[in-house]
């Protein structure tokens, strides 16, 4: 277990969550926590958000999107079994 301090940065209170926490946990900057109260303990749980197909292709280059030759092959290729 690890013992960290509340801060006060401004007018907000806060904690840090130590580099071995984030890094095992998969966290980074920006990830969003529940906040919750259990047995009267503060219980911080990741939220896991759902990313749609366009939003994980968004940051791709508009290149890869070209269908190229191979690419073509394939698509037209008749079923080799049970595919269909």
């Known amino acids: 277990m690890t013992a960290i301090s509340v801060r006060q940065s401004g007018g907000a209170n806060i904690v840090s ?3 071995a926490i984030i ?3 998969g966290l980074h900057v920006g990830s969003k926590l529940d906040l919750s109260i ?3 303990k503060i219980v911080l749980t990741p939220i896991e958000k ?3 197909l366009e939003e994980l292709l968004a940051g791709s280059p508009k290149a890869s999107f070209n269908v ?3 690419d073509r092959v394939w698509i037209d290729a008749k079923p080799a079994g049970k595919e269909i």
């Open 17 to 19: 969550i130590p580099k």
């Open 50 to 52: 759902s990313q749609s």
């Open 68 to 70: 190229t030759e191979e």
């Open 23 to 25: 890094k095992t946990l």
């Open 38 to 40: 259990k047995d009267n």
